[in-house]
């Protein structure tokens, strides 16, 4: 093949790799955000993928019909994706704000792109069939397209995310999709009739994605204020999550993926209630964990304990943390609690830590997300309790939220059972170690649950005194909290939560099912 060939040759087999990356990361992108905007982030992935993967079969089919102008068809396909995918995301979350059509425009989208992103590479082995030995050709395809989605796989949550957002990461991608066209008019120009057309269509798609590069950002944030009640004060994505903080007023609300965390008008009912009863619970309470609660309030409730000598603090994202240290308005919520210097954080997954650490805690907090998939209910399973048990100091507690016993009543009690499950441990007399559920009215969340348990070996008793001085919790309203009412009484028949059937993600699942 003679040397222009080759050249031609290798830059259309260089867009095979931009191709692949956009594709995978058009992918990611739906994904995570309607991951953001629905939650159940395992069933939404494998759907997205699933719908993603199907449609590229379908694609691929579908480039036998192409029998004429390859090229032609090439450069159309692409400039095409580019303008799908790179308004994918601006488009779902408009349809997510403005119409109760999310589902059918996610399926819309995944299956053009799918498609799309599917025809390409049979368009481009046709195509380079001519210029290349046909075993080469396909090597090197194959190749660059398993690279190139490996490049695309790590490049999304580790650059585009953090840096440019959704909105403006899929338009980027679409700018990709763009120039491997307007590369493809180059290097095939000979072959393409009726060019002057895709290119005026090529440099249009290349304005439009341009101005949602520049603008997305504020395009977002306009969308985010149509999607919760109260002004968007600040927003951001991150590798492991959308951060966005309302403000009304003085009501400063946190919300993660779309979950409210907090009110800050009522966020002292839940923490008082998450914290109090397991550090009067402990024999002494000096040395503390606290899994979850990057926000710091739970921290803050933890140091009115003149008892507390060191309080780690694990959260799994640095910029959540980051945000309650520095930020005035936030910082001034925890009072300043994360640069207290007996206050240390560490990020990480929580499990991780428990497995690695080899220190020893007298009050164990679990203050981590709902169990609403299979992989957040991990947190709630018999080993994880038990390994959490194991980092108990004799006379400690542990204590976790445990969700509503009002809205997922089969939720909260699997909790409570997974966790006595985990603390059973026979003992003289035949005693065996007690755990206790409690309950309490937030009125952002209504009526919400935690579980309280000793360590193996201690008795647990009824807490008699917490700290003075509280808005919430007094002595008289702890003795009520561990008091339920008949139709919050466990239901007969609940399992206990394990790794291999996270049951405990289909309790919580069919519960607040029922109220959405």
């Not at 931009?18 to 982030?41: F, H, K, R, W």
């Not at 003795?479 to 919050?488: A, C, E, I, S």
């Amino acid at each position: 093949m003679a040397e222009p060939g080759r050249a031609r040759g290798l830059l259309l087999l260089g867009s095979v790799f931009a191709v692949a990356a956009a594709g995978l990361v058009y992918e990611l992108i739906a994904g995570t955000l309607t991951t953001y905007l629905l939650g159940s982030s395992v069933l939404v992935f494998s759907i997205v993928i699933g719908l993603f993967l199907s449609a590229m079969g379908l694609g691929a089919w579908l480039a036998q019909y192409v029998r004429f102008e390859l090229a032609r068809a090439f450069v159309i396909a692409e400039l095409v994706l580019g303008l799908v995918g790179g308004l994918s995301a601006l488009g779902l979350f408009a349809a997510f704000a403005w119409s109760d059509s999310y589902r059918a425009c996610l399926l819309l989208v995944s299956v053009v792109i799918g498609a799309l992103v599917g025809l390409e590479i049979p368009l481009l082995l046709r195509i380079l069939e001519k210029r290349v030995e046909v075993r080469v050709v396909v090597s090197h395809v194959l190749a660059l397209d398993y690279f190139g989605a490996l490049v695309g796989s790590v490049a999304f949550p580790l650059l585009l995310l953090p840096h440019l957002g959704l909105v403006r990461s899929a338009a980027l991608l679409g700018l990709m999709n763009v120039a491997v066209a307007f590369l493809a008019l180059a290097v095939l120009g000979t072959e393409i009739a009726r060019r002057g057309r895709l290119v005026a269509f090529g440099s249009a798609v290349a304005a439009l994605l341009l101005g949602v590069l520049i603008g997305g950002g504020r395009a977002t944030t306009w969308l985010e204020d149509q999607l919760y009640s109260d002004p968007v004060m600040l927003a951001r994505s991150t590798p492991y999550q959308r951060v966005v903080v309302t403000r009304w007023r003085d009501d400063l609300r946190l919300y993660l993926d779309g979950h409210l965390q907090f009110s800050s008008a009522d966020e002292y009912r839940y923490h008082e209630a998450l914290i109090h009863p397991a550090m009067a619970a402990a024999e002494v309470p000096a040395q503390v964990l606290i899994l979850g609660g990057g926000d710091g309030l739970a921290v803050r409730e933890v140091l009115r304990w003149a008892a507390v000598r060191r309080v780690v603090l694990v959260d799994l994202d640095p910029a959540v943390t980051e945000l309650f240290t520095e930020h005035g308005a936030l910082a001034d919520l925890n009072g300043g609690a994360l640069k207290d210097p007996r206050v240390q954080v560490v990020h990480g997954d929580a499990v991780r830590f428990l497995q690695d650490s080899p220190d020893r805690f007298d009050v164990i907090v679990m203050d981590l997300p709902d169990p609403n998939d299979a992989q957040l209910a991990r947190l709630y399973s018999l080993p994880t309790f038990r390994l959490a048990r194991s980092r108990l100091r004799p006379g400690g507690a542990l204590v976790t939220q445990a969700t509503s016993p009002f809205y997922a009543l089969e939720a909260f009690w699997c909790i409570a059972t997974t966790m006595t499950a985990a603390f059973a441990e026979e003992r003289p007399g035949g005693a065996q170690a007690q755990v206790m559920a409690y309950h309490a009215h937030v009125p952002s969340f209504g009526e919400w649950g935690w579980v309280l348990a000793r360590s193996p070996g201690a008795d647990l008793t009824l807490p008699e005194a917490v700290a003075r001085d509280l808005r919430f919790l007094d002595d008289e309203a702890l003795q009520g909290m561990f008091r339920f009412p008949t139709d919050l009484q466990p239901p007969e028949g609940v399992r206990v939560n394990r790794l291999t059937d996270a049951i405990l993600a289909r309790y919580y699942t069919r519960g607040w099912r029922r109220w959405n």
